[in-house]
């Protein structure tokens, strides 16, 4: 079964049902039932910090819930994922990538991961492998 990379984007649209990208994310997630979805524990930070600034502390806690709950492996980065997340950070220098997205993409690499369930244009930008080859089906941008 193929590995999915579940980004906050992904999580807070499925969570804010006024967001833009709601209803493709319903559908998207969909699709997904049953895969192998998984994530870290920096973007469940970042998610929990999306969901509480816009929708308050009681939708962060569902939102939490819900993952913790076995929507989503969480995973937690490692020291060497922190090396390569800056390394990450210099090689696309022109880019203005998160620590977080950083971070993720280091445990993306590592995994050799091919499929992310995000919104975020970064993860359209982001290469890895021999001279930056793959790039990652996103399954959000792209439906």
Do not use: K
């Amino acid at each position: 079964m193929t590995t999915v990379f579940v980004d906050s984007s992904a999580f807070y649209s499925l969570a804010d049902r006024g967001d833009q990208s709601h209803a493709q994310a319903v559908r998207v997630g969909q699709r997904l039932r049953g895969a192998d979805l998984v994530t870290t524990e920096l973007v469940l930070a970042e998610t929990w910090f999306l969901a509480r600034s816009r929708q308050g502390r009681d939708a962060a806690l569902r939102l939490w819930e819900v993952i913790r709950e076995g929507a989503t492996r969480v995973e937690v980065i490692r020291p060497d994922d922190l090396e390569r997340a800056w390394a990450i950070a210099h090689d696309f220098a022109d880019q203005d990538f998160s620590l977080t997205d950083c971070t993720s993409f280091a445990f993306i690499e590592r995994h050799g991961i091919r499929d992310a369930f995000s919104f975020d244009s970064d993860f359209a930008v982001f290469r890895y492998g021999p001279r930056r080859t793959v790039a990652l089906r996103l399954l959000g941008l792209s439906g």
